[in-house]
Nanobody, 124 residues
Framework: QVQLVNSGGGLVQPGGSLTLSCEESGDTFSNYAMGWFRQAPGKEREFVAAISWGGADTYYADSVKGRFTISRDNNKNTVTLQMNSLKPEDTAVYYC?????????????????WGQGTQVTVSS
């Protein structure tokens, strides 16, 4: 049974930075392409970033391109989202997700496993 545990959220001022982490257990981590999604109150879950199985390919939503960086360490079973130049509109619950079959999917429906989510609040 694959489990994903999110960590690293919190409150940050506009322009600040946060790093989110997601640790996988229960299967071989490199079998899964990974993604980050977010969901703000009253809105649908939206794609943020994704990374291929080995980490060579990364994908970003236009809204975060140039500010966020996704990376993975297959030796530590972790995927990380480095978020810089944060804006109030980045406020949401952030979820990591694992997809065994597709790399770089923008659709939440293709991911088989999800973390519990971590709150990110950008406010002064």
């Amino acid at each position: 049974q694959v489990q994903l545990v999110n960590s690293g959220g919190g409150l940050v001022q506009p322009g600040g930075s946060l790093t989110l982490s997601c640790e996988e257990s229960g299967d071989t981590f490199s079998n899964y392409a990974m993604g980050w999604f977010r969901q703000a109150p009253g809105k649908e879950r939206e794609f943020v970033a994704a990374i291929s199985w080995g980490g060579a390919d990364t994908y970003y939503a236009d809204s975060v391109k140039g500010r966020f960086t996704i990376s993975r360490d297959n030796n530590k079973n972790t995927v990380t989202l480095q978020m810089n130049s944060l804006k109030p509109e980045d406020t949401a619950v952030y979820y990591c997700a694992a997809d065994r079959y597709y790399s770089g999917s923008f659709s939440a429906r293709t991911y088989q496993y999800w973390g519990q989510g971590t709150q990110v609040t950008v406010s002064s």
